[in-house]
C-alpha cells in the first residue's frame, strides 16, 4: 500500500499541504548529484572496514593512524556534495553517510575500541542478534556461527579452517594493540574470552562427528584464546583508569551519531521519570487486580511450546484485527523460529520469567524478527537504507519501537483479557530504565560496572533480574561498549510517542493508526529523528 506524505508547511499553524507523490515515488537517481552520495557510500563502507593482512585484520597504531587520517578525505567527499535542493528522503540519506563517518572518527578519538576493550577480539559469535547489526563493536572477520548450517559444504569447510587458523595470530595482535587503562572494560573482557572459550570447545564436541577435520583447528584457535584471557588476566591489576567517555563525550555521540536529539543529562532524567512511572503504575496494576490469579509460567515443555505457538497466532491477529499494521505472510515464521525454548525455574533469567507468564508481551518486542524480515523481503528503494547502518545508529528506532511496541499494544487492547499482563509490561520498563540509569552512570566516570550491576538488579521489581546473573553482565558491557544504546529503549520510545502525538495534531480526524505505521514502516530503520522530518516535515535542530 503506498501511502501520500503530507508535509506541515508552517509549524505554527500546522497547515497542510499534501503533496502528489507518494514517499519514495521520486526516482532518487533523477535528483542530481544523488548517483555520486550512492557512489561515495558504498566507496566509504569499503574504506570503513580495516585492511587484512594475511586473513588478520590490521588494527596495528600504524594502521589505526592511517585510516584516521583518510577519513577525512570520504568526509569533504561528502561536504561537497550540494543536498540543498533535494528532497527530504534523499538529504536524510546524506545524514545517514554523514552520521557514519562520525561514528569512524568518534572511534577514533574517543572510544578506541582496539586498544581499550579486550572483547573487541571475539573470535566467534555464536547466535544471531534480532537486530539489524550485532550490538556493539567488534573486530571485522569474526567467525559469525548461527549463518552456518551444518553439515558444511567443502567450500565452507575450508574457509572456516582458513579462519580459525588465523585466530592465534590475531590474537597476537590483539597483545600488541590494547594498551590502554580502562579497568572495567578489562574485567569484562577477561570475561568475554571465557565465554569465547566455551563456545570453542561446545564447537569443537559438536563438529567432531560431522566434521572432524575440523576439530584441530578448533582447539588451536581455543588454545589461543584460553592463553590470551591468561594474559588479560595478569595485565588486570594494572589496570585503574576510567571506562566511561565522560558526560561532554557522550551527549556528542548521541547527536552526531545516533542523531538522538538528547543530552546525558536529558536521557538520565527521562530514565529516572520512566523508573518512577513504571513502579508506580505496575502497582496500580496489582491493586486493580488483586482478587485475581496470578500469571503462572508453564509446568512443562510441551505446555510451554503450545503456549508459545498460540501467542504468535493471538498477536499477529490482533494486529491485523484491530487494523494496526499490515500483515504479510513472512510474518508468522519470522516470529515463530525464535521461540525461546522452555527454562526450568533455576535458569530463568529476567526475560524468560516476563515471557514464560504470557508470551504475548515478548512477541511484541520481538517485532525486531519482523523488522529483519522485511528488510530481507521488501528492501528498501534506497540503497543506503537497504542495508543495516554502521555503529547502531539505528537503536532509537529497533529497540525504541520493540520497547514502545509492549506499552502501545497494551494501551491498544492486547492484554484486555488477562489484566495481570500489564503488570509484566510495567516491570519490563523499569527493567530498562533501571539498567539505563546504572549504564550512564558508568558512562559518567561516576560508578563502577559492579555498582550498576547491583543498582539495576535492585529497582527491578520482584527480584528477577539477578545480580549475580549473566545478562545484568551482558548489558551492562555492552552500554559500556555502545554509547546510547542502553537508553535507546525509552528514549526511542519516548521519540517515536512524540512523532505520534504530532502526527495526531497535524492529521486530526485523518489520523489513522495503520496508514501512519505503514509510512513509519516505509521508512526504514533509521533513527527516530529522519523518519519525524520524512513524515511530519520537522527537521529538529541536530540535525542541521
Known sequence: MRKYFCLATSVLSLSLTCLSLPIGAESADAVKGYDELVQLFEDWREFQQPVFRDGIPDYTPSAMQRQHEELAEYQKRLAAIDISGWPVAQQIDSLMVGAEMNGLDFDHR???????????????VEAESDTPLREGPIMAGTIELWRLSFPLTAAEVKWLQQRFRSVPATLEQARGNLTGNARDLWQLGIWTQQEQSAILGNLAEEVDSIHAELVPDIEAALRAVDAFKEWLEVQFPSKT??????????????????????????????????????????????????DLPPLDPPASAEEWEQRAGASIEEFLRFLDEQEVMEIESYMDPALRVRIAPYSPPEDRHF????????????????????????????????????????????????????????????????????????????????????????????????????????????????????????LVLFEQQLYLQQPGYGTSYLTGKALIEELLAELALQLGDDFVLKDVMEEFFAAGVIPVSLIRWEMTGLR?????
Open 110 to 124: 574517543v572510544m578506541q575500541p582496539w586498544v581499550r576493550d579486550p572483547a573487541f577480539y571475539s573470535v566467534v
Open 241 to 290: 583508569g576510567p571506562s566511561g567517555i565522560g558526560i561532554e563525550n557522550y551527549t556528542w555521540y548521541l547527536h552526531h551519531v545516533h542523531l538522538v536529539p538528547y543530552s546525558w543529562e536529558d536521557e538520565l532524567r527521562l530514565m529516572e521519570r520512566e523508573l518512577a512511572r513504571s513502579i508506580a503504575h505496575m502497582k496500580l496494576e496489582e491493586h486493580r487486580n488483586r
Open 351 to 470: 526475560f524468560a520469567q516476563v515471557d514464560l507468564r504470557d508470551p504475548r508481551v515478548m512477541r511484541c518486542h520481538h517485532i525486531h524478527w519482523i523488522d529483519k524480515a522485511r528488510m530481507e523481503k521488501d528492501p528498501h528503494s534506497s540503497p543506503i537504507r537497504r542495508v543495516p547502518l554502521l555503529y547502531n545508529i539505528w537503536d532509537s528506532r529497533a529497540e525504541g519501537l520493540a520497547t514502545g511496541w509492549e506499552e502501545m499494544m497494551a494501551s491498544a487492547g492486547l492484554f484486555d483479557d488477562s489484566p495481570r499482563s500489564r503488570e509484566l509490561v510495567y516491570i519490563m520498563v523499569a527493567q530498562r530504565a533501571a539498567r539505563a540509569i546504572a549504564g550512564l552512570r558508568v558512562q559518567s566516570n561516576e560508578w563502577s560496572v559492579e555498582e550498576a550491576v547491583v543498582f539495576a538488579a535492585e529497582k527491578t521489581p520482584r527480584g528477577w533480574f539477578k545480580p549475580d546473573g549473566a
Open 540 to 544: 529538529d535542530p541536530i540535525l542541521n
